[in-house]
Structure formats: C-alpha cells, structure tokens
C-alpha cells in the first residue's frame, strides 16, 4: 500500500514538472529584419530593458525599447531569464531612473502582435515575445528558455 501511494505520488510530481515546464514557453528577443544585430546576449538585452544602456551593441542609434504589460508570462519570463529580476524589481529601479531622469522605460503594448508590429516598423526597436509568435517581419537575436 505504501509503494502504491508513492509510486502515485511520483507520476503525480513528473507530471507536475512537465507541465510547469510547457507553461515556461521560450522568449524570444527580436529586432527590425534591416538590423545589422546578429545576437545578443542575456546581459546586453538586460543592459539596455533596465536602463543600463540606451544602444544596443554594435548599434549607432538609441534602442526604442518595447515592453509586454506587466503580469504577462512572456514579460515575467525574459525579466526573469535575462536579468534575474522580478517585475517589482523591474519597476522599481525604472521607477528611479524615471524619477532621477535618467532614462525613460520601454514602451507598453497590449501584446505579441503589438510588439511585431512597432518593431517591423522601427530598425532601432528591440523587444520580446514567445518564440512560437516570431514571424518573417522581425529577427531573433536571443532566445531565453
């Protein structure tokens, strides 16, 4: 009997983990398709969503940063996997940099077709989306698992 209760139990636990892990969908960073970017890394895509930096690398113009609204999976995801940072954390240091004038936090759209469009229209515009949301009129330039 106590074999079958933690026999049930551990089924019970891989699938829990399975499920978490479908729920981790993969982010993708993207940019204009006339981007000269190739990739970028976690660090550099943090550098310029936190304020750090205002061009991504390699980039002679400023970046027009563009952001999912809070509390979407995908925004917790790459906050999360890029910078190893909650959303209050997030908000809070652009909170400061707001305040100081510093810098100005990315802009918010509604959602992934909102952020494919502003960054097809745009080649210095870099944002994030699922990866299963890329399409031909942007470039991938980092994926966060």
């Known amino acids: 009997m106590v ?3 933690s026999g049930a ?3 019970l636990m891989l699938v829990a983990g ?3 892990g479908a729920a981790q969908a993969q982010v993708a960073v993207i ?7 190739a990739n970028l890394t976690p660090e550099a895509a943090a550098g ?27 925004r917790e ?7 190893g940072k909650t959303s209050a954390q997030v908000k809070a240091a652009w ?20 952020v494919k469009k502003f960054v097809a229209a745009n080649p ?4 994030y989306i699922e990866k299963s949301a890329v399409d031909g009129s942007v470039k991938v330039v980092l994926v966060l698992e």
Request: charged residues 20%.
């Open 3 to 5: 074999q079958a209760k």
């Open 48 to 74: 310029v969503f936190l304020g750090r930096a205002n061009a991504l690398p390699g980039a002679a113009g400023t970046a027009a940063l563009v952001d999912l609204p809070e509390g979407s999976p995908a």
């Open 18 to 20: 399975l499920l978490a």
């Open 31 to 37: 940019v204009n398709p006339k981007s000269s970017l």
């Open 77 to 83: 995801q790459f906050y999360s996997k890029a910078a």
């Open 95 to 114: 909170s400061r940099l707001t305040f100081s004038g510093k810098a100005t936090p990315p802009k918010e759209v509604p959602s992934a077709a909102e």
């Open 124 to 127: 210095e515009a870099v944002g």
């Open 9 to 11: 139990r551990g089924v």
